[in-house]
């Protein structure tokens, strides 16, 4: 496999580098300083370049809440940028894969959300999420979309990240405990993408999010206990945080998908461990 890896200096793209080389394959990472995804012809000159077998596109635009002030920049990274990708993609007969997110469902559904549910995202970078789904697969029938949530890894500023980073600032947290996530670890999101393509799994839309349904505040107080930091910690109601973006209560994923064809994701505490080791690889 010639794998080409976009922003290969996030957190899951790191993940994705380290098991891509690992398996031994040609790897060629790069990240919004080297490549406009966005950007057509600087798209088709790397993919001329390197002929890659494989594209993952782990860039995005991931500020939920400056994205409500910055929608061009969400909606160019996360909507635009995927399908240049697939379009070139398709041009050289490469597998695209590429990451959504969960808050492309308003979380009212009331019981997990599986991959024909219809998508109602309540913000900008949810919408331009969306629209990045589409974009890839209806340019490229060799793709794969995959949603996942919450993602946490070595390497990269994530929920964990700030947690900790907050306990070191104040005296006590507060976290909400009145909406819900699927904290997923950087590494086994790589490990899933890789068996998918590997398995010569059907393409098309997959939901790959940690096992265990958690809230923030109770995913808060997991980080600081497995971290042995002794902030205190509160939960509280969502009423109590003003948010310029609007996010979804529940939009909790089914990955029953994944698991027919035999492939699991562990619960975000199980991994934690590792995340504070700075392990990377499984």
């Known amino acids: 496999m010639r794998v080409l890896i976009l922003g290969s200096k996030g957190q899951t793209g790191l993940a994705l580098t380290m098991l891509a080389k690992s398996r031994g394959c040609e790897v060629l990472g790069l990240d919004r300083e080297e490549i406009e995804i966005a950007a057509q012809e600087e798209v088709d000159r790397a993919v001329d370049a390197f002929e890659p077998t494989h594209i993952i596109n782990a860039a995005a635009y991931n500020a939920v809440d400056a994205a409500e002030e910055h929608s061009d920049e969400a909606f160019v990274t996360n909507g635009f940028g995927p399908g240049c990708i697939a379009l070139a993609a398709r041009r050289h007969g490469a597998v695209v894969v590429h990451y959504s997110t969960d808050y492309v469902f308003d979380g009212k559904k009331g019981s997990d959300y599986v ?5 109602s995202p309540l913000s900008v970078y949810a919408r331009s999420k969306l629209l990045g789904e589409g974009a890839v697969l209806s340019t490229h029938d060799r793709s794969y979309v995959i949603r996942t949530s919450w993602v946490f890894g070595p390497g990269g500023v994530n929920f964990v990240s700030r947690v900790m980073k907050l306990a070191r600032e104040k005296p006590e947290l507060s976290f909400v405990d009145d909406s819900f996530c699927q904290p997923t670890y950087a590494p086994d999101l790589a490990r899933v993408t890789f068996e998918l393509v590997d398995r010569g799994a059907p393409f ?55 698991a027919a064809l035999g492939i699991t994701i562990p619960g975000g505490t199980s991994r934690l461990a590792d995340y504070f080791a700075g392990r990377i690889e499984r």
């Open 115 to 119: 991959e024909e549910d219809p998508p």
């Open 204 to 258: 098309g839309l997959y939901h790959a999010a940690g096992a265990e349904v958690m809230t923030p505040y109770s995913w808060a107080a997991a980080s600081l206990a497995q971290a042995k930091v002794g902030t205190p910690v509160r939960a509280v109601k969502s009423a109590s945080f003003e948010t310029k973006a609007k996010r979804p209560v529940r939009p909790v994923l089914s990955t029953a998908k994944l």
